[in-house]
Nanobody, 114 residues
């Protein structure tokens, strides 16, 4: 059973930084493309950062996804945070082999407010 556990969310002032972490267990980490999504209240879940160096326009130049295969961990470094970045952030693992199942973490709240 694949499990994803996120951490690192919290309250931060505008202009501040946070780093989210997601640890994957239960299956070889290298078999998965890793992505970060977020969902703000009343809005659909959106892809923020993903495989092949994809970044949503709203976070380009401010967010960076990285992974440490030795630690089975993916990170999302978030800089110059804005109130519009407030959302629940979800880690997603998509296996690179058919049938390409998706797995999700439980989500971590990020609140940007003064």
């Amino acid at each position: 059973q694949v499990q994803l556990v996120e951490s690192g969310g919290g309250l931060v002032q505008p202009g501040g930084s946070l780093t989210l972490s997601c640890v994957v267990s239960g299956s070889p980490f290298s078999n998965y493309a890793m992505n970060w999504y977020r969902q703000a209240p009343g809005k659909a879940r959106e892809l923020v950062a993903g495989a092949n160096s994809y970044y949503a326009d709203s976070v380009k130049g401010r967010f960076a996804l990285s992974r440490d295969n030795a630690k089975n961990t993916v990170y999302l470094q978030m800089n110059t945070l804005k109130p519009d970045d407030t959302a629940v952030y979800y880690c997603n693992a998509r296996r690179t082999t058919w049938p390409n199942p998706n797995y999700w973490g439980q989500g971590t709240q990020v609140t940007v407010s003064s």
